[in-house]
């Protein structure tokens, strides 16, 4: 079970700190995504953090920008997001378990790997 939040209405430059809590008897050892979707476009891939939190993934859209972290105590993971800018207007997704071939990663296929999402607004 996935649980995201933090989204909000925010200015052109600012910073929003997404979070995900991850729950479920083996969540920590899996990889953990963040997507977004805007209505009217396909669900697209923003980070990815391994299970240990020794590796990150980022779109080439926020690479830079938003940093994606982990803690396994706590079972949650955080998506910091500097610089905003308006394009980044979306729904979050957070998602367990993501496929990845190489640095592409892809979105879950079991609709359980699913946090509800939490909207971005950045305002120009």
């Known amino acids: 079970q996935l649980q995201a939040s933090g989204g909000g209405l925010v200015q052109a430059g600012a910073s929003l700190r997404l979070s995900c809590v991850v729950s479920?008897?083996?969540?920590?050892?899996?990889?953990v995504g963040w997507f977004r979707q805007v209505p009217g476009k396909k669900r697209e891939f923003v980070a990815a953090?391994?299970?240990?939190?020794?590796?990150?993934y980022y779109a080439d859209s926020v690479k830079g920008r938003f940093t994606i972290s982990r803690d396994n105590a706590k079972k949650t993971v955080d998506l910091q997001m500097n610089s905003l800018k308006p394009e980044d207007t979306a729904v979050y997704y957070c998602?367990?378990?993501?496929?990845?071939?190489?640095?592409?990663?892809?979105?879950?296929?079991?609709?359980?790997?699913w946090g509800q999402g939490t909207q971005v607004t950045v305002s120009s």
């Open positions: 998602a367990f378990d993501p496929p990845s071939y190489g640095d592409k990663w892809y979105e879950p296929t079991n609709d359980d790997y």
């Open positions: 479920g008897g083996t969540s920590s050892t899996y990889a």
């Open positions: 953090v391994d299970w240990r939190g020794a590796r990150t």
